[in-house]
């Protein structure tokens, strides 16, 4: 205890280090609050529509729902609200939630169309991410631990005390392990405690926070074993800061926007935009075809409804609906082809982990706490599992040609929200453990070879 | 013997540093090793701190192998450099506690009030920061935490270069007291006048090798021109 509050006392001394653990703290405390308000936000826009929708629900039902009301009109007009709320831990990593839609408020209509409607986000402003925990943890945290550890041998030499504590009777690895292991655990409690402050407010569950903690602490000591292994080279300290920061610049900024770049040539993802589109030119593709063009694939798919799916030669809301379903049938190909995409993309990025410590950890945190593109696609799985709720709902009256009343309009299914995603992958995982588990090594045999 | 170097030679590529380097020191012994510059004086204590290998022979410690152990060697030896370099932003108390602290060594606060005495620094000044001391005052804490390890052996590396004739016959009364304690004390040095008034045996460093040794007799100091002829005789022959 004694020695460690000396290790303290001397490295708050410096000015740069005492500078950088205290902006460190800063910066973690104000990225959790701004990540803690943004899911505050996020859960206040979502309970606004909520509101908005039940009036607007209401007057549907006031409008729609009378003795011979039709099915059709009701199922057209009626939109029926779908929201993903933010995980308790979102607020440590908001991933994909601030640039994919969080709400939709579908219809019966075809789905595809209506899955990727949503505010236009300005590219470049999404570009960097929002300021959150882990933005502070995979982009600043190591730029702290470099301004502690670049000199963590050569700051001695350069004062000159190097000799004399190279001849006390301790190895040189015990000296700079331990001391390397005090400024470590200093940027963790820098970084940790507004997080862990961040996760009782959010009550976020034990287990993720204890993910998230462990998935910080290898990256930090990726980091740290990396500055001991330079720091130990014997190098001057301005060498070994630039060194640090050149290492910084290819693992956290290069090796990821390369490899990104490299995926998306190696793996081309359409737009969600595009299936919108797509299905969208199906329907009116549909409007100028014989109606048993659409019909019989209908009835093939749904031969329950066989001998009630005639239609005349006027509007008929069953050929509407379904123009609709076969519209997103048309396009299931390519709903299947870009959702494989993104999978063999998120595969690869996974694996980019091996390569740099900074993907590993972000894929991590945000699988973690459930705000990446798995994620969303588990909400958009979740809304289509709703949307033939709906159908299935609809259908008996449009078929069937039942008056839709306002007793119907209660009956309407509501949905219900996803399931937690969130999980911890094992490839980066172990890919973080692997690569911070060699740092430390190569700075263990670095530090032991130190000498004066 | 507390230290005891046998057939040590040192090669730094195509340079050979030390040749078969032999001489031994005695607990209770003062031990001045002159030589000119790049005789391999400060090569000679890297090997006895473990902070070297030598290319071949033997640097023992108390009977340890340094080679073999120089943790253990390390841990019978006090070192005090040419240049005293301590925490600025410490105390001299709190230098010597920490340093004491890193070394596993005993952290009584008597025992190292007991060294600051000994080594004559003023009381005002055991808990003022190093900041302002000058350097006698900072050789003086270093020495102050080798008495306070209680160890052995002590290896002096030019301890009195660029101190006052104060306070080096101030450093010179340590030594006698070290010695008086027993413990084996090797000293490199320029300092002719320093070795002949507090060496037991004087060795001449030159071609990596001891030239010459010479040896106090009874109360009978060193002549110090004889040494001093000695010493240009050795550095000509380096």
């Known amino acids: 205890m004694n020695r460690f509050r000396y290790e303290l006392r001397l490295l708050l001394r410096s000015r740069v280090a005492a500078a950088a653990l205290t902006l460190l703290l800063v910066l973690s405390a104000v990225a959790v609050g701004a990540g803690l308000s943004a899911s505050a936000r996020q859960t206040a826009l979502i309970d606004r529509v909520a509101t908005a929708q039940a009036r607007d629900f209401a007057a549907a039902t006031t409008q729609y729902g009378k003795p011979d009301g039709e099915a059709g009109y009701a199922a057209y007009y009626t939109f029926h609200l779908t929201s993903d709320r933010p995980s308790s831990l979102a607020f440590a990593a908001m991933g994909q939630r601030d640039i994919q839609p969080y709400v939709l408020r579908v219809r019966l209509l075809g789905l595809q169309a209506q899955l990727y409607e949503t505010e236009t986000v300005n590219p470049e402003l999404a570009l960097p991410g929002p300021f959150d925990f882990a933005f502070v943890l995979i982009y600043l945290a190591p730029l702290a631990v470099i301004v502690l550890m670049h000199d963590l041998v050569s700051g001695e030499r350069e004062a000159g005390r190097l000799r004399l504590l190279s001849a006390l009777p301790v190895t040189p690895g015990q000296l700079w392990l331990r001391r390397a292991g005090v400024r470590l655990m200093l940027v963790l409690l820098a970084l940790l405690g507004p997080f862990l402050v961040g996760a009782l407010v959010a009550k976020a569950p034990i287990w993720g926070v204890a993910i998230l903690s462990l998935v910080a602490i290898l990256y930090v000591a990726f980091w740290a074993g990396l500055g001991l292994m330079v720091g130990a080279w014997g190098r001057r300290s301005a060498f070994n800061a630039a060194t640090l920061v050149g290492c910084w610049i290819v693992l956290v900024l290069l090796v990821p926007a390369l490899a990104n770049a490299a995926l998306s040539r190696a793996i081309p993802v359409g737009r969600g935009v595009d299936l919108t589109l797509a299905q969208r030119e199906a329907v009116h593709h549909a409007w100028d075809v014989p109606r048993e063009a659409v019909m019989a694939p209908f009835v093939a798919k749904h031969p329950e409804w066989k001998d009630k799916a005639r239609v005349g030669g006027g509007f008929h809301w069953k050929w509407y609906y379904a123009m609709h379903e076969m519209g997103d049938d048309g396009v299931a190909g390519q709903v299947a082809a870009y959702r494989a995409s993104l999978a063999a993309r998120q595969a690869w990025t996974e694996r980019l982990g091996w390569l740099s410590p900074a993907a590993a950890a972000q894929s991590l945190v945000h699988r973690v706490a459930d705000s990446d593109l798995q994620a969303h696609l588990a909400y958009q799985d979740n809304v289509t599992a709703f949307h033939r709720h709906l159908q299935d709902f609809y259908y008996p009256y449009l078929f069937s040609e039942r008056p839709f009343t306002r007793k119907d309009f209660a009956r309407a299914p509501v949905y219900a929200p996803r399931g937690s995603s969130s999980s911890t992958p094992v490839v980066p995982l172990l890919a973080l453990l692997v690569l911070s588990l060699s740092a430390w090594a190569g700075g263990v045999v670095g530090a032991r070879r130190t000498v004066s | 013997m507390a230290l005891e170097a046998v ?80 925490y600025e932003h410490l105390t001299a108390r709190e230098n010597i506690d920490y340093l004491l602290t890193l070394a ?68 010179h009364r340590l030594l006698e007291t070290a010695r008086i304690r027993g413990v084996a004390t090797l000293m490199v040095t320029h300092d002719l006048l320093g070795a002949a008034e507090v060496a037991d045996r004087i060795g001449f460093l030159a071609e990596g090798r001891i030239e010459a040794e010479l040896i106090a007799e009874g109360t009978e100091r060193f002549d110090v021109r004889a040494l001093h002829q000695r010493y240009l005789q050795a550095g000509a022959a380096a």
């Open chain 2, 104 to 171: 596993r060594a005993d952290t009584a606060g008597a025992l190292i009030e007991e060294a600051l005495d000994a080594v004559g620094l003023v009381r005002e000044a055991w808990d003022r920061r190093l900041g302002g001391y000058s350097k006698g005052m900072r050789q003086k804490v270093a020495i102050a935490l080798a008495i306070a390890r209680r160890v052995p052996v002590l290896l002096l590396d030019e301890p009195t270069a660029g101190l006052d004739p104060r306070a080096t016959a101030d450093f």
């Open chain 2, 7 to 86: 057939g040590l030679e040192q090669n730094y590529g195509t340079q050979r540093v030390l040749r078969g380097l032999t001489f031994s020191v005695r607990a209770g012994e003062i031990y001045a090793l002159l030589g000119g510059n790049g005789a391999g004086k400060s090569t000679t204590l890297n090997l006895f701190l473990g902070l070297a290998r030598p290319t071949a022979g033997s640097a023992r410690v108390c009977d340890v192998e340094v080679g073999s152990d120089p943790a253990a060697a390390r841990a019978r030896i006090a070192y005090v450099p040419e240049n005293v370099a301590l």
